[in-house]
């Protein structure tokens, strides 16, 4: 089993930046492919960005392609979610989670699941 403990959320004006981090237990990290997802109030959740269990494939949701960047430290057990540019539309919780296989987009797909982290975007 792993463990996800997600932090880094906040408050930010429109076109700015934060970074994300999912810090993850155990020792088995590196061979759970990981991803992102977030959920506005009223919304179903959606995917962000996954990447591979070796951090050389990356996969983004055409609403943040450009402006986000995942990528994953498996020495630090950590994966993080660079996002720039963020827009009020960016504003949801946001989830870290791990499967042990390739990345997909399918939340129910995923295995695990950290608490969430809220990011509140400002106009």
């Known amino acids: 089993q792993v463990q996800l403990v997600e932090s880094g959320g906040g408050l930010v004006q429109a076109g700015g930046s934060l970074r994300l981090s999912c810090a993850a237990s155990?020792?088995?990290?590196?061979?759970?492919?990981m991803g992102w997802f977030r959920q506005a109030p009223g919304k179903e959740r959606e995917f962000v960005a996954a990447?591979?269990?070796?951090?050389?494939?990356?996969y983004y949701a055409d609403s943040v392609k450009g402006r986000f960047t995942i990528s994953r430290d498996n020495a630090k057990n950590t994966v993080y979610l660079q996002m720039n540019s963020l827009k009020p539309e960016d504003t949801a919780v946001y989830y870290c989670?791990?499967?042990?296989?390739?990345?997909?987009?399918?939340?129910?797909?995923?295995?695990?699941w950290g608490q969430g982290t809220q990011v509140t975007v400002s106009s």
């Open positions: 155990g020792r088995t990290f590196s061979t759970y492919a």
């Open positions: 990447i591979s269990r070796s951090g050389g494939s990356t």
């Open positions: 989670a791990a499967r042990s296989s390739f990345p997909v987009v399918v939340a129910a797909q995923y295995d695990y």
